[in-house]
């Protein structure tokens, strides 16, 4: 049976995080790219494990997340990363990775989610779009050769649909 | 003049060319102990850092050791480790001719691969050995500086070669430079911190010398060196390509000779050469200070093609010099970078030629001037009146000047960038147009006379100008979001349907600016019959001075106006009838159950209004024209949903509707061609395409296609779904987005496919 | 120097050998639990051929560093600080 846990203070899975996502990814991340990520938004990061195997406490899939104030004005949740090791994939258990993720930052007060993802990653593109997202814009060689990206965003509250030199400020009234 | 120098050993390693000071290592005290004792009970989540540190960039950080992140770990072969620079590689005359002529080609090559295939500097012209060495022995004397070999070839011949392309990749690393291309996404200069010739004022010395190396070539007599020969002349056009910035020529001499170099090239494939090995490596990344990670070199392909682009291109932009009128202008900028996205190079240009450095449009018009004959040419009547000339104009018109400047910047971005400059211009022709109304309404309502008055209120050219350009943006930003497949199918109900709403928008704006200049030409012929009619002698005089002065003054402009409004009507009427006709055809989709306007995804955490509206941002802003709301949507598509009874004729009577919106946009896209082909002296319209008429005519031609296909995939949905609704049909199909060959991209097709049951996420 | 604690030395410039290959020279940015450490400015000195060049930032993880090294005078400073520091809190 496969177990989510959000990654816990003690950032105890910190290596076995970085082992997955190294091996999954083309980009190369430096150790400070996980401390950028886990030691500020460790809530925000959720684990996947298989109860029944051999290695149940080591993370079989993981989703890494921040979120911030964006221009002053919206709360935004950003997903930077997320991998499910090859021999689990199928299952849906990046699916339920990520909606544990937007769920967090959805309670946590986020106005909208957030992420980029290469135009060729049918998988992805399929993943969050059946969670309703949608492609704001297409960036031209984000990925320097690997070609152009798509920024995606799933709008939660009402403050992800105007513009932002016309929200009022976060602690002001908001004009809607 | 001795020409050449002597120079000194110069080893790269042990520089000390940063102004970097050696330690006295015993000054230094080992704190290893001590660190990681302090180091031995920290809690997992401690980060210790300057407080004013901000962590995200700690993300870009390079890593030691990290094969991905760590430059020191790049591995040489042997003859990269041992090359050296002193010695002419190759034992024969001959095999030194054959790695020359190889080293010259590949550089040749990789301007393409760096220019044309998006390539970084480093792992293109910056590989070579021999052009970081004379670029670090040439910037610590400020002087062009040659190797020591002992053979001419290497000595003189190679170097002239590095340096014309040296020369040459200065004038590009001015283009970036400019900020009118994106650093990192349309081009990379990481010059690794060597000096690219900023020594070297004059291409004279350049040229000069690249044309003594060709004579010397050509005094070997030997036909091994022909190709040889060509590269170098190859070399001396892109060093004169600089002339169409430096003293913005619009001469197409060089760019020829540099077709007809590179077409040769192209042919002589098996001239092909090798460089030297070693020659060519990742070397540079580990030797030179270096903030990137490790980026592996990619072998140039047979790509002399890529100069042919280059050169095209930049003539296609240089045609702008041409231009008799603003018109003629803008629709260069629109067409020249639409269809294809062109080369880098040219894209960069023609802004910085169009645009100069003393704030002229190509050095004639000041931007006043450039606002006032746009304005002109949309409408004539803002010459008959003072309005523009009125002081409460002037930061007004310098702010819809600025706008412009952007506009025309924005026609040259790549074709993403070129979306995104819409989403914010918006704004500035939205705030503009409030500030141009009120300037406009207070300055009309103090004149006298009808000739500002219509019959829906004081007619404002300049507000009704704005208002059209403000349209246009908005129409091509929802379009283009088709060609950048940025929409899912069940959302092209909503860009289409709000693509028609601003089309009809367009429309009546344009036909009350038709209306007024119609009418304004038509009171100059009254004034004609009034001269017959009058009887005094003197008012007749009189009259007949009047009706002179306008016929020669203003009739010529108001009929090109008006040949112009027509064709921006019959312009907009092809894309409102074919948005028209997606809509449609959406809505006999629905209808059959196999799609939906609303998403399909599930809505745990959305719903369909806000997707509607975040999609709708660009325009939330937006006073006028009004933003569509959710509910205005909805009934749109609920109105044209076919239901029971008599669900056959109601089909039949949509689909015929398509065909008849067809066929009007097949009309016009062939009147538009016509008149493009004929020019704006003859005939219909005035399109301004003289400048762009093939890529023009190509335009209409892929709207045409659109049209037809549009038409076609009629038949296709009649076949597929049958005249009466079932409900096994939703089950059975699925729509997607999909362009025909050659068809327009702002226009995908409601395709039809059969649905796969089983989606599985790949 | 018994006194000093790690965020001491955040904003010196230490000198990292790396095995017997290269030294790393730049300012100290960062550090976490593991003492992987975050240098900006850095200059990397080969010492085989004692090619220098500048690197940037430049992320240093614990297990790469064979020794650390601090210059005398910035150590001595350091600990003049950290003695005031404690006298005022006192």
Known sequence: ?176 | ?762 | MDKLRLPDFIGSTLHISLGDKRVLTGTLMAMDCQLNLLLDHVRETRLDDGNQRLLGLVSVPRATISSIKLDRDTLEHLCRLRQEFMRQVV
């Open chain 1, 1 to 176: 049976m496969i177990i989510y846990q959000p990654l816990i203070n003690n950032l105890s899975h910190f290596q076995s995080l970085k082992r997955l996502i190294d091996a999954d990814l083309s980009e190369p991340y430096s150790v400070y790219v996980y401390r950028y990520f886990l030691n500020r938004w460790p809530e925000l990061t959720f684990l996947a494990f298989d109860s029944e195997s051999e290695t149940s406490d080591e993370p079989i899939g993981c989703v890494i997340c921040k979120s911030e104030l964006h221009r002053g004005r919206r709360m935004r949740g950003y997903i930077g990363m997320l991998a499910v090791q090859s021999d689990y994939r199928g299952r849906g258990i990046a699916k339920s990775l990520v909606k544990k993720a937007i769920e967090k930052m959805h309670q946590d007060g986020c106005d909208e989610i957030m992420l980029e993802t290469e135009v060729e990653n049918v998988a992805a593109l399929n993943l969050y779009e059946n969670m309703g997202f949608i492609r704001m814009k297409r960036m031209f060689r984000y990925y320097l050769n690997e070609g152009d990206a798509f920024k995606l965003i799933l709008p939660l509250t009402q403050r992800s649909c105007v513009r932002t030199t016309f929200l009022d400020d976060v602690n002001g009234i908001d004009i809607l």
């Open chain 2, 1 to 762: 003049m001795d020409l050449e120098k002597e120079f000194g050993n110069l080893h790269l390693s042990g520089s000390t060319k940063d102004g970097l000071i050696d330690e006295k290592l015993s000054d230094l005290v080992d704190i290893t102990e001590l660190f990681f004792d302090l180091g031995k009970d920290l809690s997992p989540q401690t980060i210790i850092q300057d407080p004013g540190f901000n962590s995200f960039e700690g993300t870009h950080s390079l890593e030691v050791n990290n094969p991905k992140l760590d430059s020191s770990l790049i591995s040489l072969t042997s003859e990269e480790e041992r090359f050296s620079c002193d010695v002419a590689c190759g034992a024969t005359d001959v095999e030194r001719l054959m790695y020359v002529t190889g080293i010259v080609d590949w550089l040749a090559r990789f301007l393409v691969c760096w220019l044309n295939e998006y390539q970084t500097l480093p792992t293109t012209v910056l590989s070579c050995r021999y052009v970081e060495f004379l670029l670090t022995v040439s910037s610590e004397r400020e002087e062009l500086s040659y190797l020591r070999t002992g053979d001419r070839l290497y000595d003189q011949v190679l170097c002239d070669a590095i340096y014309g392309i040296c020369y040459f990749a200065k004038f590009v690393q001015k283009l970036l430079k400019a900020g009118v291309v994106f650093e990192e996404e349309d081009l990379n200069f990481n010059h690794m911190g060597l000096d690219f010739l900023s020594y070297v004022e004059d291409q004279e010395l350049i040229l000069t010398r690249l044309h003594r190396s060709i004579d010397y070539i050509e005094s070997l007599q030997s036909p091994e060196t022909g190709f040889l020969q060509h590269l170098l002349k190859l070399i001396c056009c892109l060093v004169s390509l600089e002339n169409h910035l430096k003293v913005y020529s619009a001469d197409t001499t060089e760019l020829d000779n540099l077709i007809e170099e590179a077409i040769y090239l192209e042919q002589q494939r098996s001239s092909e050469c090798d460089p030297p090995p070693g020659c060519f490596s990742m070397g540079i990344q580990k030797r030179l200070s270096n903030q990137f990670p490790p980026k592996h070199l990619v072998v140039p392909t047979w790509n002399y093609k890529g100069f042919v682009i280059m050169a095209q291109d930049i003539k296609a932009v240089l045609m702008v010099d041409k231009a008799a009128s603003m018109l003629e202008a803008a629709q260069l900028a629109s067409f020249f970078n639409k269809l294809t996205q062109r080369h880098v190079v040219a894209r960069a240009l023609f802004p910085l030629f169009f645009i100069r450095d003393d704030e002229r449009v190509l050095g004639r018009y000041s931007g006043f001037d450039c606002i006032n004959l746009h304005l002109t040419e949309f409408c004539a009547t803002t010459t008959a009146s003072t309005t523009i000339l009125s002081p409460e104009m002037t930061p007004v018109l310098q702010e819809a000047m600025n706008i412009m400047f952007e506009w025309y910047q924005n026609m040259a971005q790549n074709t993403s960038r070129y979306r995104q400059g819409y989403n914010r211009q918006l704004l500035l022709w939205d705030a503009l147009h409030a500030q141009m109304e009120s300037c406009e309404y207070e300055i009309a309502s103090q004149a006298t006379g009808e000739e500002s008055i219509t019959k829906t209120g004081i007619f404002m050219p300049c507000s009704s100008w704005v208002f059209f350009m403000k349209v246009t943006a908005m129409i091509e930003y929802v379009l283009k979001g088709f060609d950048l497949e940025v929409y899912k199918p069940f959302e092209a109900f909503a860009m289409f349907w709000y693509s028609y709403y601003l089309s009809y928008q367009q429309e009546s704006c344009l036909e009350k600016v038709h209306e007024v200049i119609e009418s304004k030409i038509n009171s100059i012929h009254s004034l004609g019959k009034k001269i017959k009619k009058q009887k005094n002698a003197q008012k007749k005089t009189e009259l007949k001075a009047q009706y002179r002065h306008l016929m020669d003054n203003n009739m010529e402009s108001l009929r090109t106006n008006k040949r112009y409004l027509s064709y921006l009507l019959m312009h907009g009427s092809i894309i409102k009838s074919l948005s028209l006709c997606e809509v449609l055809q959406f809505s006999i989709l629905k209808s059959f159950g196999v799609i939906d306007n609303k998403t399909s995804a599930s809505k745990i955490f959305s719903n369909d209004r806000l997707l509607l509206e975040l999609r709708l941002k660009p325009f939330s802003s937006i006073g006028v024209p009004e933003l569509l709301t959710y509910e205005a949507f909805e009934s749109a598509l609920n109105d044209l949903l076919i239901t029971e009874p008599m669900i056959s004729s109601k089909l039949e009577k949509t689909l015929d509707r398509i065909s008849k919106e067809v066929s009007n946009a097949l009309t016009a896209i062939d009147t538009i061609k016509k008149c493009i082909n004929a020019g704006d002296n003859n005939g219909l319209l005035v399109t301004g395409t003289r400048l762009v008429k093939e890529q023009a005519l190509k335009y209409y031609d892929q709207l045409h296609a659109s049209a037809k296909a549009i038409e076609l995939n009629n038949a296709v949905i009649t076949a597929k779904l049958g005249r009466s609704k079932s409900s096994s049909i939703s089950d059975k199909f699925t729509v997607r987005l999909s362009i025909p060959n050659d068809a327009s991209r702002f226009f995908p097709l409601l395709e039809l496919t059969n649905s796969t049951k089983n989606k599985r996420v790949r």
